[in-house]
C-alpha cells in the first residue's frame, strides 16, 4: 500500500503556471506507475498525464498536451505535474494516483485545488 500527499495548489491567473507535487510513502514508490487526474464541478474524474514506473514513458490527455509535463523523482518518491499556460477551464480539484499498471491506478491522494481566474 502506498499514502499519497498532494502539494502546490492555489490561485493563478489564466496564462500563469503552476507545479503540483505528489509524496508518496508506504510500499516502494518506484515499483508503482503514477498519474494526475482532475475532477471539476459537476464534471466526472478526468485523466490527464501519467509516467511509468522508470519514468521512460509518458501519456498525456490531448486537453493538456504541449501545456502540462509529468515527471517523477523516484529517489524523493515524488512525481509533479507542471503546468503552463493555465486557463479557466483547468479549475478543478487535481489527484494523483498510483497503480501496480500502466493503465489501472489503485491509491489516491486527497487532492488539491487548482483555480484559475480570467
Known amino acids: 500500500q502506498v499514502q499519497l500527499v498532494e502539494s502546490g495548489g492555489g490561485l493563478v491567473q489564466a496564462g500563469g503556471s503552476l507545479r503540483l507535487s505528489c509524496v508518496g510513502s508506504?510500499?516502494?514508490?518506484?515499483?508503482?506507475?503514477m498519474g494526475w487526474f482532475r475532477q471539476a464541478p459537476g464534471k466526472e474524474r478526468e485523466f490527464l498525464a501519467r509516467?511509468?514506473?522508470?519514468?521512460?514513458?509518458?501519456d498525456y490527455a490531448d486537453s493538456v498536451k504541449g501545456r502540462f509535463s509529468i515527471s517523477r523523482d523516484n529517489a524523493k518518491n515524488t512525481v509533479y505535474l507542471q503546468m503552463n499556460s493555465l486557463k479557466p477551464e483547468d479549475t478543478a480539484v487535481y489527484y494523483c494516483?498510483?497503480?501496480?499498471?500502466?493503465?489501472?491506478?489503485?491509491?489516491w491522494g486527497q487532492g488539491a485545488q487548482v483555480t484559475v481566474s480570467s
Open positions: 508506504g510500499r516502494t514508490f518506484s515499483s508503482y506507475a
Open positions: 494516483a498510483a497503480g501496480s499498471s500502466y493503465y489501472e491506478y489503485n491509491y
Open positions: 509516467v511509468s514506473r522508470s519514468a521512460g514513458s509518458t
